[in-house]
């Protein structure tokens, strides 16, 4: 069998995130929220939802009767945080104020979705190449 061409110069990289998982006890209201912030739906169902983020990742929505609240198993990154704030603060999503992270050269801020995962969006930091 032969390995797959690997050439780091190729205009995207080999390999991405397919999926992330994201259990809710609000389907409804947590599949509207991932429509609301941008994700492209993909299907929606009362167990299961999927959609899609840039780059081909899917989120798939996982109906649980108990989710425990806290920080999401994954952060999203956008172009202009600033307008997404903006935009967001408008929604009444209640964005928390930007926060600078020096150490890595980008800026953040948390939204709480409806099961009560807390969403971290950073500033984007691709690197200009197609990904």
Not at 29 to 36: E, K
Request: aromatic share 6%; with cysteine.
């Amino acid at each position: 069998m032969s390995q797959p061409d690997l050439d780091p110069n190729e205009l995207r990289p080999a390999v991405g995130v397919a999926h992330v998982v994201l259990e809710t006890d609000r389907m409804q209201a947590s599949g509207a929220f991932m429509r609301q912030i941008g994700m492209r739906e993909i299907f929606e169902g009362p167990q299961v939802s999927v959609y899609e983020l840039r780059g081909g990742t899917h989120l798939i929505l996982m109906r649980k009767d108990q989710v425990k609240a806290g920080d999401a198993p994954f952060d999203l990154m956008v172009d202009d945080l600033r307008a997404t704030h903006q935009c967001f603060g408008e929604w009444g999503l209640a964005p928390s104020p930007i926060e600078a992270r020096p150490a890595i050269d980008h800026e953040v801020f948390h939204v709480r979705e409806p099961a009560g995962h807390v969403i971290t969006f950073f500033s984007s930091h691709a690197s200009g190449k197609p990904v």
